[in-house]
């Protein structure tokens, strides 16, 4: 998502102090606290409960911003809507969210029709 909306961005291990980062972390890891804007994207293994995981999730809130388990694409949407403060990203982000509201359109007439939603 980030290069669809042609976002500068760099993969590293580390926090950025000048800049926005993007975490992905199991909740087990440690995480340092970072007066740094972080962005948190908590994954999940496959053999975990994701109900339990979901509710585990607020205890690592404290600090930072965090979106949905295993949810990259989230993160990624999050940065942009933080980056677009001078409303660089607007029209891309317009564009973005007709496009998904279009999709759950479609996604809503297929349930209405007993259609599976499955590709």
Not at 41 to 53: Q, T
Request: with cysteine.
């Amino acid at each position: 998502m980030l290069e669809q909306f042609k976002v500068n961005h760099l993969h590293s291990s580390e926090i950025n102090s000048n800049g926005l980062t993007v975490v992905f972390t199991e909740f087990d890891e440690p995480r340092e606290e970072s007066q740094s804007l972080v962005i948190y994207c908590p994954l999940v293994p496959e053999k975990d409960d994701k109900a339990e995981a979901a509710l585990n999730l607020l205890e690592h809130t404290q600090h930072g911003l965090w979106v949905g388990l295993n949810n990259g694409m989230n993160a990624a949407l999050a940065a942009i809507e933080i980056l677009n403060l001078d409303n660089k990203f607007e029209s891309q982000l317009l564009e973005y969210r007709r496009e998904q509201a279009e999709k759950v359109r479609g996604y809503n007439k297929k349930i209405d029709k007993g259609q599976s939603l499955k590709k």
